[in-house]
């Protein structure tokens, strides 16, 4: 009867730890890297730990915090402030802000009851921090909260900026478009129902256009003064991938893998190429050509034109958008041996980085 | 495979409901236990109507019979136990079976609440590869995830809305998970008959399971929680209304005294 005992008690911890493996609070594969870069330093949110890489040699110059804390996950793109802070958004609630030549901390802001999955939009002087818990933050750079505002939706997307009518736009996941005062926090307007969850940050352009993507299978033109649409553009699938304006072209690619360039006055397609897998992230663009990863494991080279100059496997899953940082691309692939592979701007490796246990 | 026949259907049946009851979530699970409840009936029948043979079976002279005779022959007791079923047209597994069918459930259904829920990135990609066609995807993501003071895709002490006393988040739906899951065993497990080796066994699953089930409660989704607590309150209605309820074992039992 011992024995049977022991078999009760012991599936039943078995079954526990099963079960418990795979628990919400367990971060890992929740999101992916996040990355940035100064001249010198690559700064890397990879889950339980931030790391800072020197740039040309691939070395670790420290990590935030010392030994991982499960508790913590850092996935979205760290960001640089003009006061030279390192500012990132942790799955703990928590925005982070470290001294970036060192990793010390300088400060906590702890006022959302959420994930913090966006990054914030750093002005000069202040930082705007999207929260799943739907509210935006304005904190300045000492981390005091300046205002709060809610919308109807979690909050994933980065906001933009406009710095000809002072205010802040966040796209929401509750499909719309929010305008605010970015010194008070008023509402200033907010679009209609746009269809479809809203992920992505949207693109502004000078004339008074915000461009934004949808859930709802949409690429939409909205007029920055009120928020009114101007055009739509369907597209084969969701759009995940922030645009990119560039001379008047709007490049973006959606989960069908297709990448797009529209007109952006108008909306028209002007071409669109389907690479490879899914694509989640917003392309770059250095002179005339354009830099974006597929969910599968592959950096491409693509030139404005449409047409694909080469293509580099990197490994892994890559989501995170590629850096680039003068010669050098970075890119961050997920559920990879390496956290960071740096390549020359022609596709050429130049060094990995996996970190050392 | 289990993405496409455990994972998928569950995900894409929840967020049907989800969709035609007022976009609530919490509403979706419930409604969702019921179906799982019904699904199951036949199992649930099938475990009572082999609970009460063995029963029956333990309790026969044949059975204390073959127990005594063969105590000190472990193997030759098996084979003549076998016979016994045999004869009698009993599957000693078949009271098993329901509870190790709720398990698939359980983890599917985990997964099924946070894949729904998507609170984070990877989890809303995946989620988007996994809706039907005819479900307008678009439209209803992200899910309503709050019900009562929970988010449902998070523990519940997590939820920003948490009980809080004394500076410490209270685990309420776990509280009556471990109740429901206590009373549940108690009221359907069977007065033991003399000489059951099964009734030691069952003692220690009632007491051990409610933990185990709490714990569960408390680690992860509270959209689990909820799951849970209809599942425990439907499987003790189910059981009363097939009358098969111990309403006995919840009143404590007196000594008999030994006889000088």
């Known amino acids: 009867m011992k024995s049977k005992n022991i078999l009760v008690v012991s599936t039943i911890i078995l079954l526990s730890i099963l079960l418990s493996a795979c628990s919400s609070t367990l971060y890992s594969s929740t999101g992916w890297h996040g990355l940035t870069a100064s001249t010198d330093t690559v700064y890397l949110a990879a889950g339980a730990q931030i790391y800072a890489v020197d740039l040309n040699t691939g070395s670790e110059k420290w990590r935030y915090p010392a030994k991982a804390n499960s508790k913590i996950a850092f996935y979205a793109n760290p960001v640089l402030t003009s006061d030279g802070q390192l500012v990132v958004p942790s799955y703990d609630h928590k925005l982070y802000s470290l001294n970036p030549a060192t990793g010390s901390e300088n400060w906590i802001f702890a006022g959302s009851t959420n994930r913090l999955i966006g990054s914030p939009l750093v002005t000069e002087k202040m930082i705007y921090q999207p929260s799943s818990d739907e509210h935006l933050y304005a904190v300045d750079l000492t981390g005091k909260q300046i205002w709060v505002q809610q919308t109807g939706g979690p909050l994933w997307a980065k906001p933009a900026t406009d710095p000809n009518c002072g205010c802040v736009y966040i796209a929401s996941m509750d499909h719309m478009v929010y305008s605010f005062d970015a010194a008070t926090g008023k509402q200033l307007w907010k679009s209609a129902d746009l269809g479809g969850a809203l992920v992505s940050t949207p693109a502004v352009s000078t004339n008074g256009v915000l461009f934004v993507g949808t859930f709802g299978k949409e690429m939409i033109a909205l007029d920055t003064t009120n928020g009114t649409i101007r055009w739509r553009f369907t597209t084969q699938n969701w759009v995940w991938s922030g645009p990119v304006l560039e001379n008047n072209v709007l490049y973006f690619g959606d989960l069908s893998g297709y990448l797009y360039a529209l007109n952006a006055s108008d909306g028209t397609a002007l071409w669109r190429i389907q690479p490879q897998n899914s694509i989640v992230d917003t392309p770059v663009i250095t002179g005339d050509k354009m830099y974006f990863t597929t969910e599968a494991d592959t950096l491409f080279i693509v030139s404005t034109a449409g047409d694909i100059v080469s293509s580099k496997v990197i490994g892994g899953i890559i989501y995170s958008s590629p850096v680039v940082v003068g010669e050098t691309v970075l890119v961050a692939p997920t559920g990879f041996n390496a956290l960071l592979v740096a390549l020359t701007l022609d596709g050429n490796q130049k060094w990995t980085y996996t970190p050392a246990k | ?260």
């Open chain 2, 1 to 260: 495979m289990w993405n496409t026949f455990i994972l998928s259907p569950m995900v894409n049946v929840l967020i049907w409901i989800y969709n035609f009851f007022f976009h609530n979530f919490g509403l979706a699970i419930i409604i969702f236990t019921i179906l799982i409840r019904l699904v199951t009936y036949p199992l649930t029948a099938q475990q009572l109507k082999s609970q009460k043979k063995m029963q029956e079976l333990q309790g026969s002279k044949k059975w204390q019979e073959i127990q005594k005779k063969f105590k000190d022959d472990k193997e030759k007791l098996a084979q003549e136990q076998m016979k016994i079923y045999k004869e009698m047209g009993i599957n000693p597994l078949g009271s098993c079976l329901p509870l190790i069918i709720q398990f698939p459930i359980m983890i599917g259904l985990y997964q099924s609440i946070t894949l729904a829920m998507a609170s984070a990135p990877i989890q809303l990609l995946n989620l988007s590869r996994d809706i039907y066609s005819f479900i307008p995807a678009s439209q209803l993501i992200p899910l309503n995830s709050k019900f009562l003071w929970m988010n449902l895709g998070l523990p519940e002490i997590s939820s920003p809305n948490a009980l809080i006393i004394a500076g410490f988040a209270v685990p309420i739906m776990t509280i009556i998970v471990v109740v429901t899951t206590y009373l549940q065993s108690k009221l359907m497990t069977p007065p033991a008959n003399p000489g059951d080796q099964g009734a030691q066994m069952s003692k220690m699953m009632n007491l051990y399971m409610p933990i185990f089930m709490g714990w569960i409660a408390y680690s992860l989704a509270s959209g689990l929680a909820l799951y849970f607590i209809i599942s425990n309150v439907l499987g003790v209605a189910q059981y009363a209304l097939m009358g098969n309820i111990h309403w006995s074992n919840l009143l404590p039992k007196r000594k008999v005294a030994k006889a000088k």
